[in-house]
């Protein structure tokens, strides 16, 4: 099983940028493939970012391509996203989660472990 601690969030202005990163222990982190939720208030989580095992495969939300980008180290067992040009409609919790399996998706209901999440306020 495996553990993961967000961290990285914080408050910004709008135009700033932020890298998470998402610390994972107590399994094989090269086995899983990651993904990045987030969550605003009174909304539902939604998809951000996912990357497959070794980091060659990558897809992110239409709706932030461009501004965000996920990547991974496995020799420190660490995925990161990248923000850059924050809007205040980014703000929310964001959580890293990760699967036990090659593929790499978007649903939340398809990811088996989950961080406690960081918070990132963008204020204008």
């Known amino acids: 099983q495996v553990q993961l601690v967000e961290s990285g969030g914080g408050l910004v202005q709008a135009g700033d940028s932020l890298r998470l990163s998402c610390a994972a222990s107590?399994?094989?982190?090269?086995?899983?493939?990651m993904g990045w939720f987030r969550q605003a208030p009174g909304k539902e989580r939604e998809f951000v970012a996912a990357?497959?095992?070794?980091?060659?495969?990558?897809r992110h939300a239409e709706l932030l391509k461009g501004r965000v980008t996920i990547s991974r180290d496995n020799a420190k067992n660490t995925v990161y996203l990248q923000m850059n040009s924050l809007k205040t409609e980014d703000t929310a919790v964001y959580y890293c989660?990760?699967?036990?399996?090659?593929?790499?998706?978007?649903?939340?209901?398809?990811?088996?472990?989950w961080g406690q999440g960081t918070r990132v306020t963008v204020s204008s």
């Open positions: 107590g399994g094989t982190f090269s086995s899983y493939a």
């Open positions: 989660a990760a699967r036990s399996s090659a593929m790499v998706i978007t649903a939340t209901l398809g990811y088996d472990y």
């Open positions: 990357i497959d095992r070794s980091g060659g495969k990558t």
